[in-house]
């Protein structure tokens, strides 16, 4: 299984996000594991921006992940103050422990 990373925002109102994103993001994460679970490797390209949300739903899922080495792509999943503040650690904390 394969599947393109090419989600840069998102264009839905509030209720759409609450019942619509869910809803194919909970069937998608099913199909991933499923498919890792009956021996297929699950792999992941990202051939533009894969950045938060979207790369964290979809993109961690897969057991590879594949990108086009350009300019262009920008892999993101959180800033470095955000990950400080989530796992309550100083940035010099934080960066020590990503060596």
Not at 14 to 17: L, R
Not at 22 to 37: C, E, F, G, N, V
Not at 48 to 53: E, H, M, P, Q
Not at 55 to 62: D, E, I, N, T
């Given at each position: 299984?394969?599947f393109?990373?090419?989600?840069?925002?998102?264009a839905?109102g509030?209720?759409?996000?609450l019942?619509?994103?869910?809803?194919?993001?909970?069937?998608?994460?099913?199909?991933?594991?499923?498919?890792?679970?009956?021996?297929?490797?699950?792999?992941?390209?990202i051939v533009?921006?894969?950045?938060?949300?979207a790369?964290?739903?979809?993109?961690?899922?897969?057991?590879?992940?594949?990108?086009?080495?350009?300019?262009?792509?920008?892999?993101?999943?959180?800033?470095k103050?955000?990950a400080a503040?989530i796992?309550?650690?100083?940035?010099?904390?934080?960066?020590?422990?990503?060596?």
């Open positions: 299984m394969a393109v990373i090419d989600v840069p925002s998102q839905y509030y209720n759409e996000e019942v619509g994103i869910h809803l194919s993001l909970a069937s998608s994460a099913q199909s991933y594991a499923t498919a890792r679970q009956n021996g297929h490797p699950v792999i992941g390209v533009w921006n894969a950045i938060l949300g790369f964290l739903a979809h993109g961690l899922q897969s057991n590879r992940l594949i990108a086009l080495n350009g300019s262009a792509i920008n892999v993101q999943a959180m800033s103050e955000s503040r796992t309550n650690r100083t940035l010099e904390e934080l960066e020590k422990a990503t060596e």
